[in-house]
Every structure is written in C-alpha cells, then in structure tokens.
C-alpha cells in the first residue's frame, strides 16, 4: 500500500542526528524536525528554529542544542506552544542547562548557552520516549555519560538507532548506560512504515470486513500493544515476512474478525506502548459487545488536544446513546444500540488523530462526517484520505 509515511519517530530522530534516510512519504513534522535541523547546521549565529506541530522535534532538538553549547530559540505552532516543556527543561537544567520556558512552561523555549556536566543519572517518573530521547540526545552532542532509570518502558527508538551507529550504548533491566563520548558511526537508515498509521487501516479492515496486506511495517515490541488489544478484542492479525534491518523489526500485516469484537480493559502499564491508538481503540469499542475500560492514560490530557475529554464529548455526538464515565487518567465505554445523528460534526481541535479515528468510525456507518479541520492530518499522515477512498470507497 503507497503513500503510507515512513515511521515520524524514527525518522525524527535520524534528521536530528544527521543520519541519510529516504524521504519520499514523510509527514508535516518529520519536514519540520529536518528544516530545524538543517538550520541549525548552517547558522553560526543564535538561531530561531520553528517546529511546527511537533513536540518530537521540539524536545529532541532542545537535549541536541543544549548538548552542542549553542544558543537558540525553538517556536512552534498554536497547539505546540501549549504542550508542556518543562518535563524536559527540569532534568536538563539539573545536568546543567540554562533554559527559560515562556510562563516557565510553555515553549518558545530559550536555549543560553551552557556547559553540561560529564557525567548524569536521571530517574524517569513519566513513561516517555521523548524525555529520555531529548537527555539521550544531550549526551550524543556534547560527549557525555548518562544513566537512566525509566519507571516503565517507553519506546526505544532512539536505543536501537545510537546502537545502530556503533554507540556505547546498553541496557540493564530499566536502566540505560549511554556514553556519548565515541562518535556515532553515520549511517543510512532503512526506515520501515509507521505502525502508528497503518493502525487505521487495521481497525478500518476489522469495522468495514476488507482485508488490506500492508507491507514493510514496523513492529518495534515497543509500539505494537495494539496488536495485541485487537487479538482481545476478537481480530486475527497476521505477522508475515518478519526481519530486521537498521535494527528495527518490521513485517507485513493483515487484520480480519469472523466474530463480534469484545470490550477490553487497558491499564498502566499496557498504556505508553499504545498511547497514539487509544482513540482507535475508543472507536472499536463503540461497537463492541461489551464494557471498555482505559486507566492510567493521563498522558493524553496533553497531546495536540485534551483527548480524554475532546474524544468522549464526540462519541457523545457519534451515538447519544452511548455510556460514557470520564476519569482523570482515562474513561470507561458501554456501547449502545446506535442512534446516529444526521447532522455528524466532529471536533478536532487541530488533532490529527481524533480526525482519523473518526474517519475509521464514519466507514462502519457508510456516512459522511463532517470535521472542524482536515488540514492537521498533514501532521502524521499526507495521503491518509487518498487512501481511504482508495481502499473503502
């Protein structure tokens, strides 16, 4: 299937680090995250770099940049600048940055030059691959020897590609012991497709009964619980084809159902390694058999938009019916017969991901939805209505 992007992650990542990948399907963020990046080579003076809507760019390039010495400031777009950075201004103003938030929160974020220290351990309290990427980062650019302690495992991307480069890098349980002081070996990377995206495709074959062989798709053990919450749920999922190359696994991937999909329950644990599916999984379970339970999913209060509370309030929309509890840290779904409005709005707030879902949603109900915005799907995923005309129409 054409026109999926290559992993954003990964190829964030390789961007930052200088590394040679094939950009023919990439998505808004990864061109922003290689713009920054590109200036950031070429300017010797303090340079504005702006990001756009991603926040993997943003906190990667602030560790990148605090690591290299420089000044900078770092912009992003209406939603970015309102997606905390503090996260990851605390740990690297105790290794010894010199960093301002705007409302001590918030990017623009000001980067002084600074002088990180030799050596650093760091507790992760939050499961995120991003903070640990951006203190990763640091040490890559400025030399230095880093141990973190993560209180879950996150996604290991940026592990897999500093091994990749002949980094000094391992892992003990929890813990990560990088030394930034041997230069990364520089490398083209293959990247595989992103599994964040072909997850549509996977719900969109479960709801609508097509079976769609997607090929090349990564599926880092890190990324791919959803694949497991479908097997819950009732879908087969085929895995064929399955290899490593550039130290990340990838196959090619089919999903069907013979029987009803069940409700599930989702809890701490299990949620950093499917935090971008969780709405999926909210719209299979709208037609589920079955109460769905997700908890310890904070997190997503402070994605593009607050999904917990943007997502109920549009399955709310979706089916009046529907029995919806909402928690700090996540929700709880008990389908009802479906009792569809025939005006369906859908509030996106700008979050690419609250869009596609629902476009998953409209396919099961043959209906037109109509969205406050489509543009923000360029954020992940460009070709995403293509496809699904292609594939469902």
């Known amino acids: 299937m054409r026109g999926i992007p290559i992993d954003k992650s990964i190829a964030q990542r390789c961007a930052i680090l200088g590394l040679d990948f094939d950009g023919k399907e990439i998505s808004e963020d990864v061109k922003h995250t290689m713009e920054a990046a590109n200036a950031l080579k070429s300017s010797r003076e303090d340079v504005e770099l702006d990001l756009g809507n991603s926040g993997t760019g943003m906190r990667l390039l602030t560790g990148y940049i605090v690591g290299l010495g420089e000044a900078a400031i770092l912009l992003g777009d209406t939603s970015l600048s309102k997606r905390p950075m503090k996260r990851i201004a605390d740990p690297l103003s105790e290794w010894g940055a010199k960093i301002e938030l705007t409302n001590?929160?918030?990017?623009?974020?000001?980067?002084?030059?600074?002088?990180?220290?030799?050596?650093?351990?760091?507790?992760?309290?939050?499961?995120?691959?991003?903070?640990?990427?951006?203190?990763?980062?640091?040490?890559?650019?400025?030399?230095?020897?880093?141990?973190?302690?993560?209180?879950?495992?996150?996604?290991?991307?940026?592990?897999?590609?500093?091994?990749?480069?002949?980094?000094?890098?391992?892992?003990?349980?929890?813990?990560?012991?990088?030394?930034?002081?041997?230069k990364l070996t520089k490398k083209k990377i293959d990247i595989p497709k992103d599994f964040s995206c072909v997850a549509y495709f996977l719900a969109a074959d479960i709801l609508t009964g097509r079976i769609n062989e997607i090929k090349n798709v990564g599926v880092n053990k890190t990324r791919t619980a959803f694949l497991d919450i479908l097997k819950e749920m009732g879908a087969k999922i085929e895995?064929?084809?399955?290899?490593?190359?550039?130290?990340?696994?990838?196959?090619?991937?089919?999903?069907?159902?013979?029987?009803?999909?069940?409700?599930?329950?989702?809890?701490?644990?299990?949620?950093?390694?499917?935090?971008?599916?969780?709405?999926?999984?909210?719209?299979?379970?709208?037609?589920?058999?079955?109460?769905?339970?997700?908890?310890?999913?904070?997190?997503?209060?402070?994605?593009?938009?607050?999904?917990?509370?943007?997502?109920?309030?549009?399955?709310?929309?979706?089916?009046?019916?529907?029995?919806?509890?909402?928690?700090?840290?996540?929700?709880?779904?008990?389908?009802?017969?479906?009792?569809?409005?025939?005006?369906?709005?859908?509030?996106?707030?700008?979050?690419?991901?609250?869009?596609?879902?629902?476009?998953?949603?409209?396919?099961?109900?043959?209906?037109?939805?109509?969205?406050?915005?489509?543009?923000?799907?360029?954020?992940?995923?460009?070709?995403?209505?293509?496809?699904?005309?292609?594939?469902?129409q």
Request: one cysteine or more; aromatic letters at 6%; a positive charge.
């Open 104 to 182: 001590n929160k918030f990017a623009p974020i000001k980067i002084n030059r600074s002088e990180l220290k030799p050596k650093f351990k760091y507790h992760l309290e939050i499961a995120s691959a991003q903070i640990k990427s951006c203190l990763l980062m640091a040490a890559v650019s400025s030399g230095s020897q880093i141990e973190i302690e993560e209180h879950l495992i996150s996604r290991d991307h940026t592990e897999r590609l500093l091994e990749e480069c002949d980094g000094l890098i391992k892992k003990e349980g929890k813990k990560i012991f990088f030394d930034g002081r041997k």
């Open 239 to 392: 895995q064929k084809n399955l290899r490593i190359i550039s130290n990340e696994p990838r196959a090619d991937l089919k999903a069907s159902i013979a029987g009803p999909l069940k409700g599930v329950t989702i809890l701490g644990d299990m949620v950093p390694n499917l935090i971008d599916e969780i709405p999926l999984i909210a719209i299979l379970a709208m037609f589920a058999q079955g109460k769905t339970v997700v908890r310890g999913a904070k997190e997503l209060r402070y994605k593009e938009s607050d999904r917990i509370s943007l997502l109920l309030s549009n399955l709310k929309k979706f089916n009046p019916n529907i029995e919806l509890r909402e928690f700090e840290d996540g929700f709880e779904i008990n389908p009802k017969e479906h009792n569809m409005n025939k005006d369906l709005s859908i509030t996106t707030n700008g979050d690419h991901r609250m869009l596609m879902s629902f476009v998953i949603a409209g396919l099961r109900i043959n209906k037109t939805i109509n969205f406050d915005d489509t543009s923000c799907v360029d954020t992940s995923f460009p070709k995403f209505f293509n496809l699904i005309e292609k594939c469902y």
